[in-house]
Protein backbone atom coordinates (compact mmCIF):
# COMPACT_ATOMS: atom_id res chain seq x y z
CA UNK A 1 0.00 0.00 0.00
CA UNK A 2 1.06 3.48 -1.05
CA UNK A 3 0.00 6.90 -1.04
CA UNK A 4 1.16 10.37 -2.49
CA UNK A 5 -0.10 13.79 -2.58
CA UNK A 6 -1.07 15.17 -5.84
CA UNK A 7 0.18 18.62 -6.61
CA UNK A 8 -3.13 18.97 -8.58
CA UNK A 9 -6.60 17.35 -9.54
CA UNK A 10 -6.03 14.34 -11.62
CA UNK A 11 -8.06 14.47 -15.19
CA UNK A 12 -11.01 13.42 -15.41
CA UNK A 13 -10.80 9.01 -15.59
CA UNK A 14 -7.02 9.18 -14.93
CA UNK A 15 -8.20 7.38 -11.98
CA UNK A 16 -11.05 5.85 -10.37
CA UNK A 17 -12.13 9.20 -8.28
CA UNK A 18 -13.28 9.14 -4.45
CA UNK A 19 -14.78 12.44 -3.17
CA UNK A 20 -14.16 12.72 0.89
CA UNK A 21 -14.53 16.29 0.70
CA UNK A 22 -17.30 18.68 2.35
CA UNK A 23 -15.49 21.61 1.52
CA UNK A 24 -14.11 23.27 -1.48
CA UNK A 25 -10.27 23.73 0.22
CA UNK A 26 -9.05 20.51 -0.41
CA UNK A 27 -6.23 18.10 -1.02
CA UNK A 28 -5.70 15.23 -3.54
CA UNK A 29 -3.99 12.03 -2.59
CA UNK A 30 -3.44 9.00 -5.04
CA UNK A 31 -3.73 5.33 -3.43
CA UNK A 32 -2.30 2.48 -4.66
CA UNK A 33 -4.04 -0.55 -3.22
CA UNK A 34 -2.43 -4.21 -2.43
CA UNK A 35 -3.42 -5.35 -6.19
CA UNK A 36 -1.35 -2.07 -7.24
CA UNK A 37 -4.46 -0.52 -7.91
CA UNK A 38 -4.55 3.15 -8.26
CA UNK A 39 -7.39 5.60 -7.46
CA UNK A 40 -7.23 9.14 -5.71
CA UNK A 41 -9.34 10.77 -2.82
CA UNK A 42 -9.81 14.34 -1.91
CA UNK A 43 -10.35 15.62 1.06
CA UNK A 44 -11.39 18.52 3.18
CA UNK A 45 -8.81 20.75 4.92
CA UNK A 46 -9.52 22.31 8.36
CA UNK A 47 -8.87 25.74 8.98
CA UNK A 48 -6.02 25.92 11.15
CA UNK A 49 -3.13 24.58 9.49
CA UNK A 50 -1.30 24.32 5.90
CA UNK A 51 0.10 20.80 6.96
CA UNK A 52 -0.37 18.09 4.72
CA UNK A 53 1.18 14.53 4.16
CA UNK A 54 0.52 10.82 3.95
CA UNK A 55 1.90 8.36 6.17
CA UNK A 56 1.17 4.23 5.96
CA UNK A 57 0.16 2.82 9.47
CA UNK A 58 3.07 0.07 10.20
CA UNK A 59 1.36 -3.13 10.70
CA UNK A 60 -1.70 -1.80 9.74
CA UNK A 61 -3.75 -1.92 6.12
CA UNK A 62 -4.34 1.82 6.98
CA UNK A 63 -3.00 5.33 5.53
CA UNK A 64 -3.22 8.91 7.37
CA UNK A 65 -3.73 11.47 5.69
CA UNK A 66 -3.29 14.85 7.18
CA UNK A 67 -5.23 17.53 5.43
CA UNK A 68 -4.59 21.04 6.41
CA UNK A 69 -4.01 19.52 9.90
CA UNK A 70 -7.17 17.38 10.18
CA UNK A 71 -5.96 13.43 10.26
CA UNK A 72 -7.91 10.87 7.72
CA UNK A 73 -6.83 7.22 8.47
CA UNK A 74 -8.14 5.72 5.05
CA UNK A 75 -8.28 2.19 4.01
CA UNK A 76 -6.75 1.71 0.83
CA UNK A 77 -8.98 -1.47 -0.10
CA UNK A 78 -11.96 -0.54 0.85
CA UNK A 79 -11.62 3.05 -0.34
CA UNK A 80 -13.11 4.40 2.50
CA UNK A 81 -12.11 6.66 5.86
CA UNK A 82 -12.16 4.24 8.12
CA UNK A 83 -12.00 7.53 11.04
CA UNK A 84 -10.65 10.79 11.51
CA UNK A 85 -8.05 12.20 14.57
CA UNK A 86 -9.78 14.30 17.55
CA UNK A 87 -7.83 17.32 16.55
CA UNK A 88 -7.78 19.18 13.21
CA UNK A 89 -4.63 21.17 14.04
CA UNK A 90 -1.97 19.24 13.07
CA UNK A 91 1.46 20.66 12.04
CA UNK A 92 3.86 17.79 12.22
CA UNK A 93 3.42 14.10 12.70
CA UNK A 94 5.75 10.90 13.37
CA UNK A 95 5.05 7.33 14.26
CA UNK A 96 7.21 6.35 16.94
CA UNK A 97 7.92 2.72 16.46
CA UNK A 98 8.87 1.88 20.00
CA UNK A 99 5.77 3.09 21.80
CA UNK A 100 2.74 2.29 18.94
CA UNK A 101 1.86 5.84 19.39
CA UNK A 102 1.40 9.11 16.39
CA UNK A 103 3.52 11.63 18.24
CA UNK A 104 1.70 14.97 16.78
CA UNK A 105 2.12 19.04 17.60
CA UNK A 106 -0.01 22.01 16.39
CA UNK A 107 3.20 23.93 16.75
CA UNK A 108 2.66 25.11 20.33
CA UNK A 109 2.13 21.76 22.18
CA UNK A 110 2.88 18.12 21.75
CA UNK A 111 0.05 15.17 21.87
CA UNK A 112 0.02 11.04 21.30
CA UNK A 113 -2.37 9.27 18.94
CA UNK A 114 -3.25 5.69 19.18
CA UNK A 115 -4.70 5.76 15.93
CA UNK A 116 -7.33 8.04 15.45
CA UNK A 117 -7.63 8.80 19.38
CA UNK A 118 -6.17 10.99 21.18
CA UNK A 119 -4.64 10.07 24.18
CA UNK A 120 -2.67 12.93 25.87
CA UNK A 121 -2.01 16.95 25.23
CA UNK A 122 0.54 18.25 26.79
CA UNK A 123 0.97 22.14 27.34
CA UNK A 124 1.69 24.40 25.65
CA UNK A 125 5.85 24.76 25.53
CA UNK A 126 6.86 26.37 21.71
CA UNK A 127 6.28 30.51 21.52
CA UNK A 128 4.83 28.95 17.55
CA UNK A 129 6.45 26.06 15.87
CA UNK A 130 7.81 22.77 16.89
CA UNK A 131 9.62 19.99 14.56
CA UNK A 132 10.56 16.56 14.36
CA UNK A 133 14.48 15.88 13.53
CA UNK A 134 14.76 12.20 15.01
CA UNK A 135 13.71 9.07 17.07
CA UNK A 136 16.03 6.93 19.31
CA UNK A 137 13.15 4.53 20.47
CA UNK A 138 10.34 6.06 22.85
CA UNK A 139 12.19 9.54 22.78
CA UNK A 140 11.54 11.95 19.90
CA UNK A 141 14.04 14.91 19.37
CA UNK A 142 12.81 18.25 18.30
CA UNK A 143 13.55 21.93 18.23
CA UNK A 144 10.75 24.08 19.16
CA UNK A 145 10.80 28.05 18.90
CA UNK A 146 11.98 30.04 21.31
CA UNK A 147 11.65 32.85 19.80
CA UNK A 148 15.78 32.56 18.27
CA UNK A 149 16.56 32.16 15.02
CA UNK A 150 17.95 28.35 15.46
CA UNK A 151 15.08 27.52 17.71
CA UNK A 152 15.79 25.63 21.11
CA UNK A 153 15.89 21.23 20.82
CA UNK A 154 13.89 19.27 23.35
CA UNK A 155 13.52 15.60 23.65
CA UNK A 156 10.50 13.61 24.34
CA UNK A 157 9.99 10.33 25.65
CA UNK A 158 6.55 9.18 24.51
CA UNK A 159 6.61 6.45 27.20
CA UNK A 160 7.35 8.50 30.23
CA UNK A 161 5.77 11.89 28.87
CA UNK A 162 9.32 13.53 29.73
CA UNK A 163 10.06 16.47 28.35
CA UNK A 164 13.42 18.29 28.40
CA UNK A 165 14.41 21.40 27.41
CA UNK A 166 16.94 24.27 28.00
CA UNK A 167 13.92 27.26 27.33
CA UNK A 168 10.91 26.52 29.02
CA UNK A 169 7.45 28.77 27.80
CA UNK A 170 6.09 29.71 31.28
CA UNK A 171 9.75 31.34 32.49
CA UNK A 172 10.27 33.14 29.62
CA UNK A 173 7.03 34.08 27.75
CA UNK A 174 4.44 35.01 30.15
Known amino acids: MEAEILERPP???DYEEHIFSKSGNTLWVKFYDDDY??????FSKSEWSSFNTVLSIPN????LVV???QGYFVDPNKREIVSTTDWDSI???????ATGFLVATDGLR??????PQLQWSGERISADGISFTKQSGPVISGVLNDL????CKFTFNANTLEFNTSWVLAENWG
Do not use: D, H
Not at 37 to 42: L, Q, R
Not at 60 to 63: A, D, F, S
Not at 91 to 97: P, Q, R, Y
Not at 148 to 151: A, F
Open 110 to 115: LALFKG
Open 91 to 97: NNITFNE
Open 67 to 69: AGG
Open 60 to 63: EKLV
Open 11 to 13: QSG
Open 148 to 151: SPEG
Open 37 to 42: IEWAGV
